[in-house]
């Protein structure tokens, strides 16, 4: 069995090649999917990140910056850099809905809050 090789603890291996958009792992990314959804940014950048590789999802950028964009925007570092290295690769368009996707997932985290009281 071949080593796998490691990366530091929330680097971002974007030039890895992936033969499959979903292996049918699923298991784990429902866990950070749920993590992801209560505003822990942590979970938001792995998240994007799962898009980004499509791991345990099927990959999709413009849903990968819609979490890389949330965990950023609460000052995660990983998400920030992730955030400027997709903006290189996606077109203004894909930007625009990444950003409309963020803002309206805002609206229903705030809404569900209050809804909570």
């Known amino acids: 069995m071949a080593a796998r090789a490691t990366r530091p603890h929330g680097a971002v291996d974007w030039n890895r090649v992936k033969g499959s958009a979903s292996r049918g792992r699923g298991g ?8 992801g959804r209560t505003e822990f ?34 000052g995660n570092q990983n998400g920030r850099k992730a955030v400027a290295i997709l903006e290189i690769r996606l077109t203004r368009e894909q930007i625009a809905e990444g950003q409309k996707l963020a803002r309206n997932f805002k609206r229903i985290i705030s809404t569900d809050r209050c809804a909570a009281l």
């Open 41 to 74: 940014a942590p979970a938001q950048y792995n998240l994007g990140n799962c898009y980004a590789e499509g791991e345990g999802v099927v990959k999709n950028e413009i849903e990968s910056y819609k979490w890389v964009l949330l965990a950023a925007a609460q």
């Open 28 to 35: 784990g990314s429902k866990v950070v999917s749920q993590s």
